[in-house]
Protein backbone atom coordinates (compact mmCIF):
# COMPACT_ATOMS: atom_id res chain seq x y z
CA UNK A 1 0.00 0.00 0.00
CA UNK A 2 1.19 3.73 -0.78
CA UNK A 3 -0.22 6.60 1.20
CA UNK A 4 -0.36 9.73 -0.12
CA UNK A 5 -1.17 12.83 2.10
CA UNK A 6 -1.33 16.66 0.18
CA UNK A 7 -1.11 19.79 1.64
CA UNK A 8 -0.81 23.71 0.15
CA UNK A 9 -4.23 23.92 -1.17
CA UNK A 10 -6.41 27.11 -0.56
CA UNK A 11 -7.53 30.34 -1.97
CA UNK A 12 -5.69 32.61 -4.46
CA UNK A 13 -6.39 35.92 -6.38
CA UNK A 14 -6.01 35.86 -9.89
CA UNK A 15 -2.33 36.21 -10.93
CA UNK A 16 -1.40 34.64 -7.42
CA UNK A 17 0.70 31.56 -6.99
CA UNK A 18 0.34 28.31 -4.67
CA UNK A 19 2.40 25.76 -3.99
CA UNK A 20 1.11 22.04 -3.38
CA UNK A 21 2.95 19.12 -1.99
CA UNK A 22 1.72 15.23 -1.57
CA UNK A 23 4.25 13.22 0.44
CA UNK A 24 4.22 9.33 -0.60
CA UNK A 25 4.95 6.41 1.80
CA UNK A 26 4.42 2.91 2.34
CA UNK A 27 5.80 0.39 -0.28
CA UNK A 28 6.87 3.44 -2.47
CA UNK A 29 10.10 1.97 -3.54
CA UNK A 30 8.08 0.16 -6.54
CA UNK A 31 7.25 3.61 -8.31
CA UNK A 32 7.19 4.37 -11.78
CA UNK A 33 5.71 7.96 -11.90
CA UNK A 34 4.42 10.41 -9.88
CA UNK A 35 1.93 13.30 -10.38
CA UNK A 36 -0.81 15.76 -10.38
CA UNK A 37 -4.10 15.53 -11.69
CA UNK A 38 -7.28 18.06 -10.70
CA UNK A 39 -11.00 17.70 -11.36
CA UNK A 40 -13.25 20.99 -10.99
CA UNK A 41 -17.14 20.72 -10.02
CA UNK A 42 -19.18 19.09 -12.90
CA UNK A 43 -15.90 18.39 -14.85
CA UNK A 44 -13.93 14.74 -15.71
CA UNK A 45 -10.84 14.58 -13.50
CA UNK A 46 -7.57 15.97 -15.84
CA UNK A 47 -4.04 15.50 -15.90
CA UNK A 48 -2.15 18.71 -14.88
CA UNK A 49 1.23 17.30 -14.51
CA UNK A 50 3.76 14.44 -13.74
CA UNK A 51 7.41 12.37 -13.93
CA UNK A 52 8.02 9.23 -14.73
CA UNK A 53 11.37 8.04 -12.48
CA UNK A 54 12.97 5.78 -14.87
CA UNK A 55 13.63 8.70 -17.47
CA UNK A 56 13.26 11.74 -15.96
CA UNK A 57 10.60 12.79 -18.14
CA UNK A 58 8.08 15.69 -16.85
CA UNK A 59 4.77 16.00 -18.57
CA UNK A 60 2.07 19.12 -18.59
CA UNK A 61 -1.32 19.58 -18.98
CA UNK A 62 -1.77 21.82 -22.21
CA UNK A 63 -4.07 24.28 -19.70
CA UNK A 64 -0.80 24.54 -17.57
CA UNK A 65 2.05 24.52 -19.35
CA UNK A 66 4.59 27.62 -18.94
CA UNK A 67 2.61 28.27 -15.17
CA UNK A 68 3.00 25.33 -13.42
CA UNK A 69 6.43 23.75 -12.72
CA UNK A 70 6.49 20.29 -10.40
CA UNK A 71 9.38 19.09 -8.70
CA UNK A 72 10.63 16.56 -6.30
CA UNK A 73 12.92 16.00 -3.62
CA UNK A 74 16.07 13.95 -3.16
CA UNK A 75 14.46 10.84 -1.97
CA UNK A 76 11.80 10.91 -4.38
CA UNK A 77 9.10 10.38 -1.60
CA UNK A 78 7.58 14.01 -2.22
CA UNK A 79 6.30 15.56 -5.25
CA UNK A 80 5.81 19.67 -5.28
CA UNK A 81 3.34 21.36 -8.01
CA UNK A 82 4.29 25.82 -7.96
CA UNK A 83 1.43 27.76 -9.52
CA UNK A 84 2.04 30.85 -10.40
CA UNK A 85 -0.55 32.97 -12.96
CA UNK A 86 -3.32 31.49 -11.12
CA UNK A 87 -5.96 31.95 -13.08
CA UNK A 88 -10.24 30.98 -11.74
CA UNK A 89 -10.53 28.30 -14.36
CA UNK A 90 -7.71 26.16 -12.14
CA UNK A 91 -10.12 25.66 -9.40
CA UNK A 92 -10.38 22.75 -9.05
CA UNK A 93 -9.88 19.85 -6.40
CA UNK A 94 -6.28 18.55 -7.05
CA UNK A 95 -4.71 14.92 -6.55
CA UNK A 96 -1.43 13.67 -6.20
CA UNK A 97 -1.06 10.33 -7.78
CA UNK A 98 1.38 7.65 -7.92
CA UNK A 99 1.81 4.23 -10.25
CA UNK A 100 3.87 1.82 -10.06
CA UNK A 101 4.20 -1.97 -9.94
CA UNK A 102 1.62 -1.89 -6.42
CA UNK A 103 -0.81 -0.08 -8.26
CA UNK A 104 -2.25 2.89 -8.84
CA UNK A 105 -3.30 5.48 -5.87
CA UNK A 106 -4.65 8.70 -5.15
CA UNK A 107 -4.28 11.35 -2.34
CA UNK A 108 -7.52 12.43 -0.46
CA UNK A 109 -7.30 15.73 -2.30
CA UNK A 110 -6.97 19.34 -1.97
CA UNK A 111 -9.07 22.11 -2.50
CA UNK A 112 -7.38 24.99 -4.81
CA UNK A 113 -9.74 28.18 -5.09
CA UNK A 114 -8.75 31.21 -7.04
CA UNK A 115 -11.17 34.43 -6.90
CA UNK A 116 -11.32 36.63 -9.96
Known amino acids: QVQLVESGGGLAQAGGSLRLSCAASGRIFSSYSMGWYRQAPGKEREFVAG????????SYGDSVKDRFTISTSNAKNTVYLQMNSLKPDDTAIYYC?????????WGQGTQVTVSS
Open 97 to 105: NWYGFGGNF
Open 51 to 58: ITWSDGII
